[in-house]
């Protein structure tokens, strides 16, 4: 049986300590739950939802961290991914991001994550986002009808069952 993969993207710099617990903990969830999870492969909300989805993985089960990398240096990817994929693709990287995950959950971010959201609605993704967490998840909830609101980690696993079932 094939993982299902969800892919997350967000803020690639700093964090605040929300964002960080939100991230950390909704790879957790994601793992727990047994999918896969793919972000972008580098820091920020990318390395603290990796950082969860490793530790939340459970003994029977090990989904998969995938990170697809902007550039060409796989040893620039953060050290909980599983299988990285340098691209060299710089920012058009985001497309096979929002292409790689059944379903795109967004935590803060900015004009990456925004560009993410956007491809993701697209080409028929589902988004989730958490507008408490600021950034691109608050507009993209406000101004797209299309993506779902959610506020904890657990919310987002079971919206992702209804989605994926």
Do not use: W
């Amino acid at each position: 049986m094939r993982t299902r993969l969800i892919a997350v993207v967000g803020n690639g710099g700093d964090l605040t300590a929300e964002q960080a617990q939100l991230a950390e903990s909704l790879g957790a969830a994601l793992a727990d739950a047994g999918y896969g999870v793919v972000c972008g492969g580098l820091g920020g909300v990318m390395e603290a939802v990796a950082r969860g989805a490793v530790a939340g993985r459970g003994a029977a089960r090990h989904p998969p961290v995938v990170g697809i990398l902007p550039n060409y240096l796989p040893e620039q990817g953060n050290d909980y991914l599983d299988v990285v994929l340098p691209t060299g693709l710089g920012h058009a990287r985001n497309a096979l991001v929002a292409a790689a995950g059944e379903v795109v959950i967004c935590v803060g971010g900015a004009a990456g994550a925004l560009s993410e959201v956007a491809l993701a609605r697209k080409i028929g993704r589902p988004v989730l986002a958490f507008p408490a967490s600021g950034g691109t998840a608050d507009l993209a909830a406000k101004a797209l009808p299309s993506v779902i609101a959610v506020g904890t980690p657990e919310e987002a696993v079971a919206r992702i069952r209804e989605l994926l079932a």
